[in-house]
């Protein structure tokens, strides 16, 4: 037998295996406005949907179906699930993906149901070989009238206030970055008259390197290419990719100008639900 729950903190710990611990964090913080619904089969728990409660819609996070369960429907059954009773709110219900194509299982999971439509956004992940990366070029850029300093140097209550000012902006992008991954020299800001103008973030994964979140304040842009250029001068000279995710036109413009030569690895989809 088969059914679908809403999953509260009692009941949590059966998906735990099915979840990474970024969104456990999110769903026992009851101020991050993530939920999930899990499936449960035979008295097993086997597949969960985690959702963020937005405006205006609820968006879906992570998808995910234990192995041995899979291609039995569970996935198309915790989806259905959801919309019917966002239906009874008129909330929307959209999930943004990375796929390298249009025959990706994630595009083709969400073009084949029937009451979702798939459309491109903005936006791609790339990479590029460190050995390859223009140094002198991103270099050049060098030059900002605040200071340049390591982020994890600030004191606490400095960093502590420019998280909570970049969750209430950009909380989706923030709640997904792990610190823990964070390669701490390479995490850098741009600072004016005691405040932060600019950041840079930057994630060790085996020898590869990920730029995971870069930001900087309106009419601020010098003070991030200031920071993009110091990362340049430091990175150290070593086999592997820098991966780069490109989540807005501006970052995508800025990658197409400093690297050209990049390999694309996939472009950002959104689906809708068509709330029939």
Not at 56 to 69: C, N, Q, R
Not at 218 to 238: I, K, T, W, Y
Not at 245 to 260: M, W
Request: glycine letters at 6%; proline letters at 7%.
């Amino acid at each position: 037998m088969r059914e679908f729950i809403r999953i509260t903190d009692k009941t949590l710990h059966w998906f735990q295996p099915l979840l990474e611990e970024p969104l456990i964090r999110r769903l026992t913080n009851p101020e991050s406005g993530t939920y999930a619904i899990g499936a449960v089969e035979d008295k097993t728990a086997c597949g969960v949907l985690v959702f963020r409660m937005g405006d205006p819609a609820a968006e879906i996070l992570t998808l995910a179906v234990s192995p041995e369960y899979r291609r039995r429907g569970i996935a198309r059954g915790m989806v259905e699930y959801l919309c019917r009773h966002a239906w009874a709110t008129v909330t929307p219900v959209v999930c943004s993906f990375a796929a390298p194509d249009r025959q990706d299982p994630v595009y083709l999971f969400f073009a084949h149901l029937e009451s979702f439509s798939v459309a491109p956004e903005e936006g791609m992940v790339c990479r590029v070989p460190l050995s390859e990366l223009p140094r002198r070029k991103l270099e050049a850029m060098g030059g900002t009238k605040g200071e340049i300093r390591p982020f994890y140097s600030l004191p606490a209550v400095t960093r502590r206030r420019y998280f909570y000012r970049l969750r209430q902006q950009h909380a989706l992008l923030w709640d997904e970055l792990d610190e823990a991954s964070c390669c701490r020299p390479l995490c850098l800001c741009a600072m004016d008259g005691g405040e932060i103008q600019a950041v840079v973030f930057m994630a060790e994964d085996g020898p590869d390197l990920e730029l995971s979140f870069a930001w900087c304040a309106p009419d601020h842009p010098g003070q991030l290419m200031a920071l993009l250029a110091q990362v340049a001068s430091l990175l150290p000279e070593r086999e592997g990719d820098l991966r780069i995710a490109a989540v807005t036109q501006t970052a995508v413009s800025l990658v197409d100008k400093l690297l050209p030569g990049r390999e694309v690895l996939a472009r950002y989809y959104q689906a809708a639900w068509d709330m029939q």
